[in-house]
């Protein structure tokens, strides 16, 4: 008897190829697009476009009546404004960064389709993300990094379980971006050509401002004063959401030199401002911790730490301060470690796991 696995369509070309893929290897494949977009004019959905416009919903279609695969729509609307909409907008109203791929990921894409796939009778869910899950010595799942570093996408799955790692399948990962794009060329697959969505799904423009202010109008705080970290008023402020740690771009201060936003304090309604070394830290604390290649942080590790999705990575020693906190000492400073942001830990090839940072 075949194994069933059940592959998230977003109706790019990655998912595509997945899908594909696991058809070849004999798999029984079928195709499910989340429906998560909220209640939009159909014209504003059709222009978002991304991982969850009706274009997309219709390029999956084709793609799997292309591959002879049956695919169905499923409304994932509740979860996703409950898990991954409402902490974005609470987190920004408390001064943090949030990164809400990494929440849609694990309670979205695997919490909540996983549990759906296995209701479905499927062995597996697969996805089109450039990263690949292996089965450690210990016993232990963990996610490895994609064979191009390029497209690696391991950092934003750093939350997923022990028991959802042992039920996904990550095809991709396994080839470079370039090589994808050739077997949708070859097979071809509808979706070939398609350009890869780049954006936030629910904030295409990138305003993330904007969208607060349509989401929760009467919580997001206004104007309040720029100040040195010292107190010393420089001027106004917008408000704390159109900031984030590090940002230079936008302050609207004439200060003679080049400045940025080294904190933001709620609680307050205030920016500090200051120069670019300011920004620099040998340690960083995290909390809520996940870990994939050990069950618990019970000594002192020497790992590769990134504090955000396009940083290189840096050499530190992580250790635990309590049951809900880790901290790394890095060797050589890091730059504008933002709370909200996750930091993840590598061994190696191998995410040893990480938490977010405060």
């Keep these: 008897m075949r194994e069933k696995v059940v592959v998230g369509m977003s109706g790019g070309v990655d998912s595509s190829v997945a899908a594909m893929l696991l058809k070849e290897k004999g798999y029984e494949v079928i195709g499910i697009t989340m429906q998560i977009w909220q209640e939009e004019p159909v014209c504003k959905i059709e222009e978002n476009g991304g991982c969850c416009g009706l274009s997309a919903v219709e390029d999956a279609r084709k793609v799997a009546e292309y591959l002879g695969i049956p695919h169905y729509v499923l409304n994932f609307k509740e979860v996703f404004k409950r898990c991954v909409i409402d902490n974005f907008t609470e987190e920004y109203l408390h001064g943090r960064t949030p990164n809400p791929c990494i929440r849609c990921n694990r309670y979205v ?57 042992k039920h996904t399948l990550m095809p991709v990962g396994e080839y470079r971006k370039e090589e994808i794009r050739e077997l949708a060329e070859k097979a071809g697959l509808p979706v070939a050509k398609k350009p890869d969505s780049q954006d936030i799904c629910f904030v295409p423009d990138g305003d993330y401002a904007a969208f607060l202010e349509k989401e929760v109008k009467d919580k997001v705080p206004g104007p309040g004063a720029y100040i040195t970290k010292d107190g010393h008023v420089l001027g106004t402020h917008k408000g704390i959401t159109h900031y984030t740690i590090g940002q230079r771009r936008g302050l609207e201060l004439a200060m003679g030199e080049r400045v940025f936003v080294t904190d933001i304090r709620p609680n307050t309604n205030e920016v500090v401002i200051g120069s670019n070394e300011e920004l620099f830290t040998n340690r960083v604390v995290c909390e809520e911790p996940n870990f994939m290649g050990i069950e618990a942080l019970t000594e002192p590790l020497e790992v590769l730490a990134k504090i955000r999705y396009n940083h290189a990575g840096e050499k530190g020693i992580i250790r635990p301060l309590d049951k809900n906190r880790v901290e790394c000492i890095f060797e050589k400073p890091v730059r504008a470690a933002t709370p909200g942001q996750a930091m993840v830990f590598y061994d190696g090839e191998y995410v040893l796991g990480g938490g977010t940072i405060v």
């Design 109 to 165: 894409k695997w919490e909540a389709l996983l549990d759906r796939a296995r209701q479905l009778g499927a062995d597996y869910l697969a996805t089109g993300h450039y990263a690949r899950v292996e089965r450690l010595p210990n016993g232990r799942y963990a996610i490895r990094n994609s064979v191009t570093a390029k497209k690696d996408q391991t950092y934003a799955l750093y939350q997923l379980t022990q028991q959802q790692l």
